[in-house]
């Protein structure tokens, strides 16, 4: 089975732009979650998507938001990127939405804000 | 408000030596505990997960944890590192009831050769 992907691997864009991460689940998985993940902070939760529908988010302000398709493939989107917005961006999939189903990671877009 | 604590930032240890990374969890119901491991400039991967049973479990590479209850701990064990376990190790938890995984902060091991 191949892994979570995420596209692209690397970007570089200037305070104020928008920028659209993508992630495609592995097959069967219909649980799609993104984390921003930086030195100082670890790993935090962006947002939660199951059959199309957010069911958690994270304590980010509204300038970041996702969406899901009816293939299970997800997006996330970041309006008015700031400085601080540089992170590594974690996709993580998984085949249900509760209890001991595993989270799998994708290797992460790297977001550079400049 | 959920959360997970790992006791230790940054770990440093020899070849051989024996290794427990702490990590608690703040959750009052049913728990299904999970350790990670991100290795330089690779993916996050599931080590180990705890969700019945037997409390202690066995993982990847030799590394096994022991979830006690009434201290709210899923600690991390391996009985000798090696310099290839130089990692940053995770642990999260979740519960049955669809909440997100909750993760702890993150503990940088460095196995010295």
């Known amino acids: 089975k191949a892994g979570v992907t995420q596209t692209p691997r690397y970007l570089i864009k200037t305070r104020g732009q928008q920028v659209t991460l993508s992630c495609s689940p592995i097959s069967g998985h219909r649980s799609v979650s993104w984390y921003q993940q930086t030195p100082g902070q670890g790993l935090q939760f962006l947002f939660e998507y199951f059959s199309e529908t957010q069911r958690n988010k994270g304590n980010f302000p509204g300038r970041f938001s996702g969406r899901q398709f009816s293939n299970s493939r997800s997006e996330m989107n970041v309006s008015t990127l700031e400085l601080g917005d540089s992170a590594l961006y974690l996709c993580?999939?998984?085949?249900?939405?509760?209890?001991?189903?595993?989270?799998?990671f994708g290797p992460g877009t790297r977001l550079t804000v400049l | 408000a959920q959360s997970v604590s790992q006791h230790n930032h940054h770990v440093i240890l020899s070849e051989a030596a024996s290794l427990e990374l702490g990590c608690n969890y703040s959750y009052g119901g049913t728990v299904n505990l999970f350790w990670y491991v991100q290795y330089p400039g690779q993916h996050l991967q599931l080590l180990l997960k705890?969700?019945?049973?037997?409390?202690l479990v066995k993982g990847i590479k030799g590394f096994e944890a022991e979830f006690i209850k009434s201290k709210f701990s899923f600690n991390l064990r391996k009985p000798s590192v090696q310099w290839s376990d130089t990692a940053e190790y995770f642990c999260a938890f979740r519960d049955n009831y669809g909440q997100n995984f909750v993760f702890g902060p993150g503990t940088r091991l460095s196995v010295l050769p």
């Open positions: 993580a999939s998984s085949p249900g939405l509760a209890g001991p189903n595993e989270q799998f």
């Open positions: 705890y969700f019945s049973g037997d409390p």
